[in-house]
């Protein structure tokens, strides 16, 4: 017997057919990750922008910024990633004006207590493996918690 789908057959994962909800940033520096994260986001009707690291991440900000295209509402973030850490990266958040009110949701495989020196747009971390349901729930907590961040200006 074939194991069950992970999403429902036919349901729209891209493009018009999915309503969009929220704009989401995925950091990871493990595509698959990605991939499945960003698959289930979008199936729940979130727009979905990815990097595969905090540099990256930190440039496609700042340039969205700059254009006023709009941030994303949340940020979910790896803490172990090459090069800068979920750490560093939530740090450098926070010293922007602009992007400070962003909050970040960490994922990561570590110690329950890696959240607790973090820069307070840290808002949660869920562990590594989570089930989509815990990430579901935990987007909609900081989706229903966080003010409305639109556009390049200061929250």
């Known amino acids: 017997m074939a194991p069950a789908p992970i999403l429902a057959p036919g349901a729209p ?8 909800r929220a704009e989401v940033l995925v950091v990871d520096d493990e595509p698959y990750i990605v991939l499945v994260i960003s698959s289930l986001l979008e199936r729940q009707g979130h727009r979905v922008v990815a990097a ?11 340039e969205l910024g700059e254009l006023g295209t709009g941030l994303p509402k949340v940020i979910l973030s790896d803490v172990n990633m090459p090069g800068t850490s979920g750490l560093e ?10 992007l400070a009110g962003i909050p970040i949701l960490f ?6 207590d890696v ?23 935990e ?17």
């Open 13 to 20: 994962l891209f493009g018009a057919d999915a309503p969009r």
């Open 115 to 137: 959240i607790e020196n973090a820069t307070p747009n840290v808002k949660g971390m869920l562990r590594k493996p989570f089930s989509p349901r815990h990430l579901a729930e």
């Open 107 to 112: 994922l990561t495989g570590q110690a329950d």
């Open 139 to 155: 987007l909609e907590r900081l989706l229903n918690a966080s003010p409305a961040v639109s556009s390049g200006e200061a929250a």
């Open 52 to 62: 595969e690291n905090a540099q990256q991440a930190f440039s496609l900000l700042q």
């Open 89 to 98: 990266f939530a740090e450098w958040l926070f010293a922007d004006p602009r």
